[in-house]
């Protein structure tokens, strides 16, 4: 299925997944979708593999970790961060390198001091390799770190590879003649 990109989140200068000056990072892109989700992109490098050709666990939970946290700037215009209390994987499929890593994360459920989210990395053919879900605590982010902005490079960094859609899910079943199958 696609989704149309509604805008992009910033990126910063060090963080391990989405700081795009950090040696080791993911260097990760966010792209906020229709739907209220938050869809994040990037290409895995041989240093973030477990098994050959096999994206590691650890890294697979931080990018869910890190793309459902982040969906909560979504409704808070970036005022609001969160703050992961609890954390959960189910591994499904390996994740492999060869190729971009989709992860897509959202809200389902929001009080006034927590929210809770859930979050798939996608294959290319769209099925579910890994499931994440989490409990976070909504916090500014002056009171998470001492966070200049500036110092930080937190902003958005447009490049002429920005998606205006993205693939979100399983391929549409086409019938004979090429079109949607209806089973």
């Given at each position: 299925?696609?989704?149309?990109?509604?805008g992009?989140q910033q990126?910063?200068?060090?963080c391990?997944?989405?700081?795009?000056?950090?040696?080791?990072?993911?260097?990760?892109?966010f792209y906020?979708v229709d739907?209220g989700?938050?869809?994040?992109?990037?290409?895995?490098?041989?240093e973030?593999?477990?098994y050959?050709g096999r994206l590691?666990?650890?890294?697979?939970?931080t990018?869910?970790d890190?793309t459902?946290?982040?969906a909560?700037?979504?409704r808070?215009?970036g005022?609001?961060?969160?703050v992961?209390?609890?954390?959960?994987?189910?591994f499904?499929?390996?994740?492999?390198m060869?190729?971009?890593?989709?992860v897509i994360g959202?809200?389902?459920?929001?009080?006034?001091?927590?929210?809770?989210?859930t979050?798939?990395?996608l294959?290319?053919d769209?099925t579910?390799?890994?499931?994440g879900r989490?409990r976070?605590?909504k916090?500014?982010?002056e009171?998470?770190?001492d966070?200049?902005?500036?110092a930080?490079e937190?902003?958005v960094t447009?490049?002429d590879s920005?998606?205006?859609?993205l693939?979100a899910?399983?391929?549409l079943a086409?019938d004979?003649?090429?079109?949607?199958?209806?089973?």
């Amino acid at each position: 299925m696609k989704r149309t990109v509604k805008g992009k989140q910033q990126n910063s200068r060090m963080c391990f997944v989405c700081g795009l000056k950090n040696p080791a990072g993911l260097r990760a892109s966010f792209y906020e979708v229709d739907g209220g989700e938050l869809m994040a992109l990037f290409s895995a490098r041989d240093e973030h593999q477990s098994y050959p050709g096999r994206l590691h666990g650890g890294i697979c939970a931080t990018i869910l970790d890190e793309t459902i946290g982040r969906a909560i700037m979504i409704r808070s215009q970036g005022e609001v961060w969160g703050v992961t209390v609890e954390f959960t994987t189910r591994f499904k499929k390996p994740v492999p390198m060869d190729g971009p890593v989709r992860v897509i994360g959202r809200i389902v459920k929001e009080g006034s001091r927590i929210f809770e989210g859930t979050g798939e990395i996608l294959l290319a053919d769209g099925t579910v390799a890994v499931e994440g879900r989490g409990r976070y605590i909504k916090m500014p982010i002056e009171k998470i770190a001492d966070f200049d902005r500036d110092a930080q490079e937190w902003k958005v960094t447009a490049e002429d590879s920005d998606p205006v859609e993205l693939e979100a899910g399983p391929p549409l079943a086409k019938d004979a003649a090429g079109g949607p199958s209806s089973s």
